[in-house]
């Protein structure tokens, strides 16, 4: 709650600011209420992995199972058991994959 509160307060000392010293510069504000979204966004494309489900999808399913193992350890897992979680060789399917092959075949049984 202390981050909404801190915003809050940047925005409006930002907007005090350029409006009241900078000659009326909205756009000076836009770009300093957008900053922190930048920033943001930058250190998440950093830091934050892609989820697994999409990387599983792509085909990259030895990354997905590294991020799952990962998050297992991150909750507490000790690493023996996170391995233990997805072993070597683990094949996993992508879930639309198998709905894709039920549905056909629930098509084709009602033609």
Request: charged share 20%.
């Amino acid at each position: 709650n202390y981050f909404w509160t801190l915003g809050t307060l940047l925005v409006v000392g930002s907007a005090y600011v350029s409006l009241q010293y900078l000659n009326d510069n909205w756009r000076l504000l836009v770009a300093f209420c957008s900053l922190p979204c930048f920033v943001s966004a930058c250190v998440a494309h950093i830091y934050v992995p892609e989820s697994p489900r999409w990387l599983i999808t792509a085909g990259r399913v030895d990354e997905a199972v590294m991020i799952l193992r990962h998050a297992a350890m991150q909750n507490g897992m000790d690493e023996s058991r996170a391995m233990d979680l997805f072993p070597e060789g683990t094949r996993i399917r992508d879930i639309s994959e198998q709905q894709r092959e039920v549905g056909a075949r629930t098509s084709s049984s009602t033609s």
